[in-house]
């Protein structure tokens, strides 16, 4: 049985190896689909086959998917190109016979107002029509999304955003990360399943910056802000200006309720609690 992971040399299609590799996995059946091979030279020196293959060029990735059976598609990270990507990783996954396509896609992806939403939206509904059964792994917010917004805070004792009261279920890349090597692991029919993957941390910003001042031993306090005012901080402190609109429209969505769940399915997924936020902070500001 053989395991591929696009985007292998990325940081959560990494993660997903190694916690494939955790799992038992033998090496020479997972297949590390990267962009640059001289970055993946670890995971070669593991064992790993590693196959070279960017989501532009069809016929790469149609010789990268040789002889899988199932496939991790991370979305890729080139907002606005992503459904031609997939719709190119999904035509050689089918060109392949693959068997299952587990596909990273966004929390409550169907119902979302965020920017990122509609591209994820576009994916899933050309993955419904592949003849490949295919399971959604809608991914929550990532705690290292505000590594740093974290330093930032520690540095003014403010944490900025315009998040409102809104809460957001978090969770760290890695326990995303195992829960895509849990469903591909599993032995039971993935096919058709949606999950909804968020953490145990239900938090307001307020909450998160006394987290953030209770691992820095300093006082931090939230301070909400207009998305437009939210925005040119973010550009005055050197944030691109596209990751920037993603923040902002995040802490929108979040505001609205969009990144938070109690489905349970991540913890029920990897068999534990999500990793504390406290940790994500520990290690920002260490």
Request: glycine content about 10%; hydrophobic content about 40%; overall charge negative.
């Given at each position: 049985m053989t395991t591929a992971v696009t985007g292998a040399t990325g940081q959560l299609g990494g993660l997903a190896i190694g916690e494939l590799l955790a799992?038992?996995?033998?090496?020479?059946?997972?297949?590390?689909?990267?962009?640059?091979?001289?970055?993946?030279?670890?995971?070669?020196?593991?064992?790993v086959q590693v196959r070279v293959a960017s989501y532009?060029?069809?016929e790469a990735l149609r010789?990268?998917?040789?002889?899988?059976?199932?496939?991790l598609l991370v979305s890729g990270s080139e907002v606005g190109r992503r459904?031609?990507?997939?719709?190119?990783?999904i035509e050689a996954a089918e060109a392949n016979g693959v068997g299952l396509i587990a596909y990273t896609s966004l929390l409550n992806a169907s119902t979302s107002g965020l920017a990122l939403a509609p591209e994820h939206v576009a994916t899933e509904k050309r993955l419904a029509?592949?003849?490949?059964?295919?399971?959604f792994l809608r991914n929550g917010w990532y705690w290292e999304n505000y590594l740093q917004s974290i330093g930032q805070a520690v540095a003014t004792g403010t944490l900025l955003g315009a998040a409102g009261d809104g809460k957001v279920a978090g969770a760290a890349r890695v326990d995303y990360a195992a829960a895509a090597a849990a469903v591909l692991t599993s032995d039971a029919d993935q096919g058709g399943?949606?999950?909804?993957?968020?953490?145990?941390?239900?938090?307001?910003?307020?909450?998160?910056?006394?987290?953030?001042?209770?691992?820095?031993?300093?006082?931090?306090?939230?301070r909400d802000l207009p998305e437009a005012d939210y925005a040119k901080?973010?550009?005055?402190?050197?944030?691109?200006e596209q990751f920037a609109a993603v923040l902002t429209g995040?802490?929108?969505?979040?505001?609205?309720?969009?990144?938070?769940?109690?489905?349970?399915d991540l913890q029920a997924l990897i068999g534990r609690s999500s990793t504390p936020v406290a940790e994500i902070v520990r290690a920002a500001i260490s």
């Open positions: 799992r038992g996995v033998p090496a020479a059946d997972i297949v590390a689909v990267v962009r640059d091979e001289a970055k993946a030279a670890d995971l070669a020196a593991q064992g532009e060029d069809p010789r990268a998917l040789d002889g899988v059976d199932k496939l459904v031609p990507q997939h719709t190119n990783v029509e592949s003849s490949i059964p295919a399971v399943k949606i999950y909804e993957l968020g953490g145990d941390e239900r938090l307001t910003y307020a909450e998160l910056a006394k987290v953030i001042g209770d691992v820095a031993g300093k006082t931090v306090e939230y901080v973010l550009a005055d402190n050197g944030i691109p995040s802490d929108a969505g979040i505001a609205r309720g969009e990144l938070d769940t109690t489905s349970g």
